[in-house]
Structures are given as structure tokens and as C-alpha cells.
């Protein structure tokens, strides 16, 4: 049946570190941040009953009501969907400790609490998930948080969805620790890696991300680039103030191609964003067009838009045909 819905309220899930839900999406009017079971410290999920509640969701969707939380977030769209139980969009973000320091990351505001928030295990849910055929194989597994390759089961993790053969594993990881599971998952094509570099100069680096890592980073980038199979992609988050220098991004772009990745992915930070979506300076709009207009210039083969970014792009279209 065609109605309005999302890929997460019809199949997705989000481990957090203290709750499940629908999806991680907030920057939108609605705010997402749908809960599913709180105060969650890893219990192995009944799922008769999630996909209860979740088919409550879908009924309403079918009669056109959109929960508010989702109030003109750009997931929605009118298609025919699947509305079989299963899961196939799921959010690893159930860690929060890190070994960079990023300045607009969420854990600066306690970076001792977060670094030592003591975190669930994943894995027997996951398992619980393959056995119980909750999982679909077409499943795309997100790694957000946090940095996954520092968790004790992240190479059992890797493994595990690898040999399930799942569709895509996208991880965001700092680049900071080489793990051999991703190099795997890169070379079976597998796996999908984003780091943030959000700068090519060794001072501006450790100016955002305050370690002394930036070497050894970009090393570990050229070292994964050549499994050839996988897909990886260099992220830019603009930072205004920061690293909103046209110069800079065009570098990181060459710096890109020069160690041999192919695909970058663009974002601006989430704060200064929230804040300032309704009065965008023009020249946040210059950095944008540049990046999104000028990569293949730059032999770059493909640019993804992260939240902030795709919303920019939105309401500017929005904005212009407003005006027609
Ligand atoms: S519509 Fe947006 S907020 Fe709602 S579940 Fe989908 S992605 Fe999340
Ligand atoms: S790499 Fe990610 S999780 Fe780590 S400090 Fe930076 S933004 Fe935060």
C-alpha cells in the first residue's frame, strides 16, 4: 500500500546507551527521537512485542497520521512499503567513549563521563537478531557514537555481520586505530568507512580534534583505500569559524584522491546549525556549492550530504521555489 512513512518507522532501530529507538534523526522541526524501551542497558528484545507497537505506528501512517516527532523530516516519502516484521536498518550507537576530542562533538560537554560510561554489549542482541531471522541479509548497520574500533567486541561484531553477509556496514570511525575487520570488510565489499577529517592541515586538525594524530590517520585512510572493493569516504564537517576556509576543503579534496579514496561526504556542525538554519550567511552557501558543484573536479567520484547538510540544501530549494 502507498502511504507516507520512513525507512526507520518501517524497519529501522537505534541502540543508544540507555534507551531504544526508531532512529537517530533530530535536527528536523519534530525533533525525532522516537523511544521504543527505555532505561535499556542491553536485554535481549522481545520482539513480538516491538514489532506490536511499531505496527500501531504503521496503522496510523496508513491513515495519513505522521507522528509529531516527525514533523517534516526529509525521510518521509510516499512509496509502497513492506510492511512484513523485520528489521533492516539499525544504529549501533550504544557506546560513547573516544579516543579523539573533537570541539563540537556531544561528549565534550563531560568527556570523563562519556569516556567512562560503562557500555552495554551488542553483540547478544545482534546474535539474538540473526537467530531469531529478525535481521534481514538486505540490513544496512550503522556504527555511530563513540568510536567503534575501540570496543572490546568490535572485531567479533565486524565479523560476525560478515559472515551473515549483510548488505552494508557503514562505520564512522575517527581512523585513529587500524582494525583488521574493517580492512576485511573493505576488501569483500562489504563495508562502507567515513571518517572525519574536516581539514588537510596537520595545525587545523589538531586545532578540531585536539590529538596528535593526523599523520597517522590519513596513514590508516591509504592503507584501508587499497582494498579495492569497499568504499570509503573523507567527511568534511564544516565548522563556521573553524574550518570554513575555501582552500582548506579544496585540499582536502586532492588529499583525498592523493591517498587513494574516491568518495567524500559533506556535513556542517550540528549546533551552529540548529541555530542558525533560518539566517544561513551566503558564503556557508558559497563552501556549499564549491563541494557539492566542483568534487568531480577533483576527481572525486561521489559526495554523500550528511543531516545538516541535505536539510541546507532542502530549504534552500524549498526557499527557491517559493519564490517562482
Ligand atoms: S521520519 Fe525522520 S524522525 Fe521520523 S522515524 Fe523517520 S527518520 Fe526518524
Ligand atoms: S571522533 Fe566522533 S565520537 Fe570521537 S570525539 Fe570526534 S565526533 Fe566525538
Known amino acids: 500500500m502507498k502511504y507516507i512513512s520512513c525507512i526507520h518507522l518501517e524497519h529501522g532501530i537505534t541502540f543508544f546507551s540507555n534507551s531504544v529507538q526508531i532512529c537517530c534523526i533530530s535536527s528536523h522541526p519534530g525533533g525525532g527521537n522516537i523511544v521504543q524501551i527505555n532505561n535499556y542497558k542491553g ?59 573533537c570541539i563540537y562533538c556531544y561528549t565534550e ?30 540490513s544496512t548497520i550503522t556504527f555511530g557514537g563513540g568510536e567503534p574500533t575501540i570496543l572490546n567486541e568490535f572485531e567479533e561484531l565486524v565479523n560476525l555481520l560478515l559472515d551473515y553477509d549483510v548488505y552494508n556496514i557503514r562505520i564512522h570511525s575517527d581512523g585513529i586505530k587500524y582494525s583488521p575487520a574493517i580492512e576485511k570488510g573493505l576488501k569483500l565489499g562489504k563495508i562502507t568507512l567515513i571518517t572525519s577529517v574536516d581539514s588537510s592541515s596537520k595545525k587545523l586538525y589538531e586545532k578540531i580534534k585536539h590529538v596528535p594524530c593526523f599523520d597517522k590517520v590519513w596513514k590508516n585512510l591509504a592503507n584501508y583505500a587499497k582494498a579495492k572493493n569497499g568504499l570509503i569516504r573523507t567527511k568534511y564537517v564544516l565548522i563556521p569559524g573553524i574550518n570554513d576556509d575555501i582552500n582548506e576543503v579544496k585540499n582536502w579534496m586532492k588529499k583525498t584522491y592523493e591517498s587513494g579514496i574516491r568518495h567524500i561526504a559533506f556535513d556542517i556542525e550540528d549546533n551552529w546549525f540548529k541555530e542558525n538554519r ?33 536539510n541546507l540544501k532542502i530549504d534552500r530549494e524549498i526557499k527557491h521555489n517559493s519564490k517562482c
Not at 116 to 133: R, S, W
Open 278 to 310: 533560518n539566517n544561513i550567511p551566503q558564503y556557508i552557501y558559497v563552501i556549499f556549492d564549491f563541494v557539492y558543484k566542483s568534487y568531480p573536479q577533483y576527481k572525486i567520484e561521489s559526495c554523500e550530504l550528511y543531516e545538516r547538510a541535505s
Open 43 to 101: 536485554e535481549l528484545i522481545n520482539w513480538d512485542e516491538l514489532f506490536k507497537s511499531r505496527r500501531v505506528i504503521r496503522d496510523n501512517l496508513k491513515k495519513g497520521i505522521i507522528p509529531d516527532k516527525c514533523s517534516e523530516c526529509y525521510y518521509l516519502k510516499e512509496q509502497d512499503w513492506n510492511d512484513d516484521d523485520y528489521i533492516d536498518e539499525v544504529l549501533i550507537g550504544h557506546f560513547t567513549h573516544c579516543n579523539c576530542n
Open 109 to 138: 560537554k563531560d568527556k570523563n563521563f562519556f569516556n567512562n560510561n560503562k557500555t552495554y554489549n551488542i553483540l547478544p542482541v545482534i546474535k539474538d537478531m540473526i537467530e531469531k531471522g529478525v535481521l534481514s541479509k538486505k
